[in-house]
């Protein structure tokens, strides 16, 4: 019989290889599916994300030991490897349980012939030792053992290095971005305190309506289940208050959320709007807007739209508030998406900058003379933060307003007038946020 777990942490690592899916969406579905038991259900978590994370790794220690380029491997076969490798170098399963079970599977799943070469490789593996023993061994400079190290990309250890302003913070910013996250909820329709008791968590530190949790299913939860409180990251729940904190001259009754899919941030901003205020949220793709309406499911006053934010359907200046959260790399988020930091390359900045102006460009001449923009991403890439609003600055008609003095129980959070948050200093996704007023 074949080992559940991990049965399911390899159906998961296929799933992201062959059909593109995203292991958050993947793994709950097939463990609600299994049924497996809580003890079995973490450690397919923990094999599935694990592995994900440390792809680059792994390879890199695979890559000598097998006698043909990785890529030419029946990708099952790979996928197979990087699973009883993980659990030899980052888990240090006894090399038995590890090999033994990784064989057991690759022959029901591929065939006896790939086991023999699983069975070998692996046992190649195990005699290399732990992480560290093989980190030793890899060919790298300092550069490229720190992307070993922290399992990244090196060209997203530039990047953070960039968005950093040095070396001080780097090896901190990339471990805590290496480790598992706490699951973060947002008390959006009921008191935070009650959702601290139905929950067993604790009060989240920057956000009013944060919960964090240290274990168990969110789905659980018959106020999540509801859409009372939902699962939100902290640093998106500021992004969202961010909008509404702005200072405003003028009247407050239009607000925009412009590419609001899935619906998070809209639907804390439902709740945190003052009566009276009408919000539009707006979603290029029409799956996207229908997440947004079920999101906003029981709110009043509230218009959604499926509408491109590049050519709205709106009036210009339409809007007193106006949110960006704009398309991104989602390097912010590689914590809960582990399989994005293989998935990205470099050659994804460059359209998605000329896609984030041209929404910047399109939120500022939305909101009226006065009003306010929120521009937000989740990354920390200079090109699609500070390089996108720097440029949306320079215009004579827009002034930029700084962050920071709207949260000061955040520490640490301004990057110069703009603001960013870490997952090793705040623990919450690596969200940059700006802040523009139209001024003329």
């Not at 973490?42 to 695979?62: C, N, S």
């Not at 996250?181 to 929950?199: C, F, G, I, K, T």
């Not at 700084?402 to 949260?407: E, G, K, N, Q, T």
Request: aromatic share 4%; with cysteine; charged share 25%.
């Amino acid at each position: 019989m074949l080992d559940g777990a991990r049965l399911t942490a390899y159906d998961v690592l296929d799933g992201v290889s062959s059909r593109a899916a995203y292991a958050n969406l993947l793994l709950p579905q097939l463990l609600r599916e299994r049924q497996l038991d809580e003890r079995d259900a973490a450690f397919a978590t923990q094999l599935a994300y694990g592995a994900l994370r440390a792809q680059g790794t792994l390879d890199a220690v695979l890559a000598p030991l097998v006698s043909r380029p990785l890529g030419d491997l029946d990708p099952r076969v790979l996928d197979l490897l990087r699973l009883g490798a993980y659990q030899l170098i980052d888990l240090r399963v006894p090399a038995h349980a590890a090999v033994d079970t990784t064989v057991d599977l690759t022959r029901a799943i591929v065939g006896t012939g790939a086991s023999g070469l699983v069975n070998a490789v692996l046992r190649k593996v195990a005699t290399g030792g732990d992480r560290a023993q093989w980190l030793e061994t890899l060919d790298g400079d300092t550069e490229t053992r720190l992307a070993l190290a922290t399992n990244h990309p090196r060209w997203i250890v530039e990047a953070w290095r960039d968005a950093l302003g040095g070396d001080a913070e780097l090896e901190a910013a990339l471990q805590a971005d290496d480790a598992a996250p706490e699951v973060q909820l947002v008390a959006r329709r009921m008191d935070r305190e009650d959702l601290v008791a139905e929950s067993g968590g604790e009060p989240g530190p920057w956000s009013p309506y944060a919960v964090r949790l240290h274990g168990g299913d969110p789905g659980r939860l018959a106020s999540v289940r509801s859409g009372r409180a939902a699962v939100q990251d902290e640093g998106s729940q500021l992004a969202a208050l961010l909008l509404s904190r702005a200072p405003l001259d003028g009247p407050d009754a239009a607000w925009l959320d412009m590419c609001a899919g899935p619906g998070g941030k809209a639907g804390l901003l439902a709740a945190v709007r003052p009566d009276g205020v009408r919000l539009t949220a707006a979603d290029r793709a029409p799956h996207r807007a229908e997440l947004v309406r079920t999101s906003l499911a029981g709110e009043d006053d509230v218009e959604i739209l499926a509408a491109d934010g590049t050519s709205p359907p709106w009036a210009p200046g339409s809007f007193d508030r106006v949110l960006l959260d704009a398309p991104c790399t989602g390097l912010g988020a590689l914590r809960r998406r582990p399989e994005v930091r293989w998935r990205r390359t470099p050659a994804d900045v460059l359209p998605l900058v000329e896609l984030q102006t041209a929404l910047l460009e399109s939120a500022l001449a939305s909101v009226r003379v006065g009003g306010v923009v929120a521009y937000v991403t989740c990354s920390p890439h200079t090109a699609e933060t500070a390089g996108v609003v720097d440029a949306a600055a320079a215009r004579d008609d827009v002034e930029v307003l700084p962050v920071a003095p709207l949260f000061p129980q955040v520490p640490d959070m301004a990057r110069g007038e703009y603001g960013q948050l870490w997952p090793h200093r705040h623990g919450t996704d690596a969200m940059f946020m700006a802040l523009l007023r139209r001024t003329r």
